[in-house]
């Protein structure tokens, strides 16, 4: 008999954003985070080999600091689809 789970589980939902606040990603981009002062990393010098990737397609808030970085790779968000766009049967 399977042991039952005490602990609760907390479900969170993200806050949703207004589409006209989101852009498209139109290329998979890689920023690295830098390493930590005096480390060897630091020391040694070059990229990083942890980061923060954005994948094609993916949607980021236009607010975010890669979007201001490579603002060539990102277009507007088209509205959602609405069950009137779909064609009859």
């Known amino acids: 008999m399977p042991v039952k789970n005490e602990q609760q589980t907390e479900i969170r939902v993200a806050p949703s954003l207004d589409p006209s606040q989101l852009v ?16 060897d990393g630091a020391r ?36 959602p689809l609405r069950l009137d766009d779909l064609p009859e049967e």
């Open 24 to 39: 498209r990603a139109t290329a998979t981009l890689f920023a690295p985070m830098p390493y930590a002062p005096g480390s």
């Open 44 to 79: 040694r010098g070059g990229v990083a080999p942890v980061g923060r990737c954005v994948r094609v397609g993916q949607l980021v808030p236009i607010s975010d600091p890669i979007v201001r970085k490579n603002i060539e790779f990102f277009t507007t968000v088209e509205r």
